[in-house]
Nanobody, 128 residues
Framework: QLQLVESGGGLVQSGGSLRLSCAASGFTKETYAIGWFRQAPGKEREGVSCISRRTGTTKYADSVKGRFTISRDNAKNVVYLQMNSLKSEDTAVYYC?????????????????????WGQGTQVTVSS
């Protein structure tokens, strides 16, 4: 079973940058993508970005377009989320998860489901 571990969070000032990593271990034969999600205190979890394992196709939530970049290194089984121009609204716990491959449209939000379960996530705090 595929296991995912998030890392790279921290405290950063508004306008700063962070790079999150989603490290995968284990084997899976299924076709899938990796998605990044976030959840702020008192708010629902929201989709941030996803990338296809096979094709590298990427999608982003409207709120992060132009600021965040998702990428992958299949050889190392790592997916990255480069976050630039961070805002206080980006403060949240960030999670990665195996998701269905994206299709249609240019934006991305919460998928209908994820494979497996949520991990511990990594905290991102953006100060004003």
């Amino acid at each position: 079973q595929l296991q995912l571990v998030e890392s790279g969070g921290g405290l950063v000032q508004s306008g700063g940058s962070l790079r999150l990593s989603c490290a995968a271990s284990g084997f899976t034969k299924e076709t899938y993508a990796i998605g990044w999600f976030r959840q702020a205190p008192g708010k629902e979890r929201e989709g941030v970005s996803c990338i296809s394992r096979r094709t590298g196709t990427t999608k982003y939530a409207d709120s992060v377009k132009g600021r965040f970049t998702i990428s992958r290194d299949n050889a190392k089984n790592v997916v990255y989320l480069q976050m630039n121009s961070l805002k206080s609204e980006d403060t949240a716990v960030y999670y990665c998860a195996k998701v269905p491959e994206p299709s249609g449209g240019s934006s991305w939000s919460m998928p209908r489901f994820i494979y497996g379960s949520w991990g511990q996530g990594t905290q991102v705090t953006v100060s004003s």
